[in-house]
């Protein structure tokens, strides 16, 4: 499985974004998927994760009611889509899959493969 990630970028304060991760190799629906995010010098933070179906999705108390995960397994696609995004939104932003059921996302550890990370900056 690769795991190829999309969009990102700078927005003001209030603004909106949309991550796309983008699998090929293999099949999106065999893999549960999470977004984590890593700011220099702290350990990567879950932000929320999805079932392979997509019929669960759960989130950190940080992003919950602004942050929206989903998936189209016909286009092995992910998405993460932000909005009401704040400064302390700021960080270099990770998918994650791994075959497991669970939906845990607390853990980086317990993804396996991982998209190249892109950096999300909000700020006026």
């Known amino acids: 499985l690769q795991l190829v990630q999309s969009g990102g970028g700078l927005v003001q304060p209030g603004g909106s974004l949309r991550l796309t991760c983008a699998a090929s190799g293999d099949p999106l629906k065999v893999y549960t998927i999470a977004w984590f995010r890593q700011v220099p010098g702290k350990a990567r933070e879950g932000v929320g994760s999805?079932?392979?179906?997509?019929?669960?999705?759960k989130y950190s108390d940080s992003v919950k009611d602004r942050f929206t995960i989903s998936r189209d397994n016909a286009k092995n696609m992910a998405y993460l889509e932000m909005h009401s995004l704040m400064s302390a939104d700021t960080a270099v932003y990770y998918c994650?899959?791994?075959?497991?059921?669970?939906?845990?996302?607390?853990?980086?550890?317990?993804?396996?493969?991982w998209g190249q990370g892109t950096q999300v900056t909000v700020s006026s």
């Open positions: 994650g899959a791994t075959t497991s059921t669970s939906t845990r996302f607390r853990i980086p550890d317990e993804y396996s493969w």
């Open positions: 999805i079932s392979k179906s997509g019929d669960i999705t």
